[in-house]
């Protein structure tokens, strides 16, 4: 698979590359060179398989000229232990559940394969993850690494800043998974691991890695869950299918646009954004305009300046679709609340980030259509906000039960590059 550097098409890089640089030049997105394309009667065929044999089929026909198909297989194999369920929400529209992984989000999809990914292409080499967390992405990509040969994980976060089960989630792992608390915010965690990556010695002796959202491999993993959702719907659904997804960097609407690309049938998506409304302004008046972010219920989706957005833009250039085309809404977070009510009585609880998914998709879904819409997170992630908006109180899923209980195993350390850089050269190999 070849790819290129949006910002400069003359920087082209195979997945391997992609996969271990993360951006390109002036820091510019890889997208693919070639886009494939399946006819109607291999989807059809796709759609009759399991989701790992599936997905491997799929993943292979970007990457099949890197690696072999058997090597895919045992890769997704790996990678999508969990399932990726439909559920009837109402008469015309469903939900696809992709929070039933081990940090109960979608992210666990492409954590999970980008981290076989990375192994794989890294070939026996050691690989150092070294990467900054306000909480969720620092759970997947500790669950997505974790016990795998060859690669040691560095999670650096605020300390006393994140959900004390946020910190449980993925501070209780030990074994190749190395937390640390830093004594600042966000920002200063960030900003030493910027310093780590600028240390060209630390960099070389540790095989340094960011892992971070914008990989090309997460994209690619997503895309198989949309093929598993059509899979789940019969024949009359899959000819009227209209997705909603709530948005806040766009990778997920991205990996829902290239399984469109490659022939999966979807009539219309729906980009479903909280207050931070960047893209549903641009679509309306074409003037891109990003406002300060603010903080609202689906903080997941807070961003103001989404960093896949230029994929999107590329892919509607490269198959000459309009981008007109594209449906948009943006969901305030009294709205949030109103819908999260509306939707439990429809008997299914539901969270905010979906929530303004459903909201957009009943109100904009026509006669004959079926919608969908991606339930990214499990409820009890934002139990807070459940149990206050609903009144009542979620039980805590297995998954964070079980950590609850368990001892965090947490380093603590200075805001300062000296005493992170003693700790990373002193990590057992
Ligand atoms: C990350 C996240 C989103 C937004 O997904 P993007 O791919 O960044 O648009 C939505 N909901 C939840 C629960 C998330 O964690």
Not at 255 to 266: M, Y
Not at 407 to 423: G, Q, T, Y
Request: proline share 6%; hydrophobic share 45%; net charge neutral.
């Amino acid at each position: 698979m070849k790819l290129y550097n949006i910002k400069d098409h003359n920087e082209q890089v195979s997945f391997a590359q992609a996969i271990k640089q993360g951006l390109g030049r002036q820091q510019g997105l890889f997208f693919p060179l070639d886009l494939p394309a399946f006819a109607s009667s291999e989807i059809d065929a796709l759609l009759d398989l399991d989701l790992v044999t599936r997905s491997a089929r799929i993943l292979s026909a970007y990457i099949g000229d890197e690696l072999p198909l058997d090597v895919i297989h045992k890769r997704v194999k790996a990678a999508f232990e969990f399932p990726a369920p439909v559920a009837r929400v109402s008469g015309d529209i469903s939900v696809l559940e992709l929070f039933h992984g081990p940090t109960l989000a979608f992210k666990d999809f492409g954590g999970r394969f980008m981290a076989q990914m990375l192994t794989e292409v890294a070939k026996g080499q050691p690989v150092t993850i070294l990467t900054a967390t306000s909480g969720d992405t620092g759970a997947a990509v500790a669950h997505a690494f974790y016990g795998l040969d060859n690669v040691r994980v560095v999670i650096l976060y605020p300390r006393g800043k994140i959900s004390p089960l946020q910190e449980k989630l993925f501070c209780t792992l030990g074994g190749n998974i190395h937390t640390v608390a830093v004594e600042g915010d966000f920002d200063a965690c960030q900003s030493l691991v910027k310093q780590a990556f600028d240390d060209e010695e630390l960099k070389h002796e540790l095989g340094l890695n960011s892992a971070n959202s914008i990989n090309i491999s997460r994209l690619l993993a997503q895309i198989c869950y949309y093929f598993e959702a059509v899979a789940q719907l019969s024949q009359e659904q899959r000819n009227q299918l209209v997705v909603s997804v709530p948005s806040g960097n766009f990778g997920d609407l991205t990996a829902g646009l290239l399984a469109k690309s490659l022939g999966l049938p979807i009539k219309r998506f729906i980009a479903a954004t909280n207050a931070n409304d960047t893209v549903p302004r641009f679509l309306a008046d074409g003037k891109w305009l990003p406002n300060a972010t603010v903080a609202t219920l689906s903080n997941a989706m807070d961003v103001s300046q989404p960093n896949n957005w230029p994929r999107v833009e590329e892919l509607f250039r490269r198959k000459n679709w309009r981008l007109d085309t594209l449906a948009y809404g943006c969901v305030n977070d009294k709205t949030t609340r109103d819908t999260m009510r509306e939707l439990a009585g429809l008997g299914y609880i539901s969270e905010p980030h979906a929530a303004i998914a459903y909201r957009l998709l009943r109100d904009q879904l026509q006669p004959g259509e079926f919608g969908l819409f991606l339930g990214t997170a499990h409820p009890a992630k934002f139990k807070e906000t459940v149990d206050e908006v609903l009144g009542q109180s979620l039980p805590l899923p297995k998954e964070l039960a079980l950590r609850a209980g368990l001892p965090l195993l947490s380093s603590r350390l200075p805001a300062e590059f000296a005493p992170l850089r003693e700790l990373l050269l002193a990590l057992p190999k």
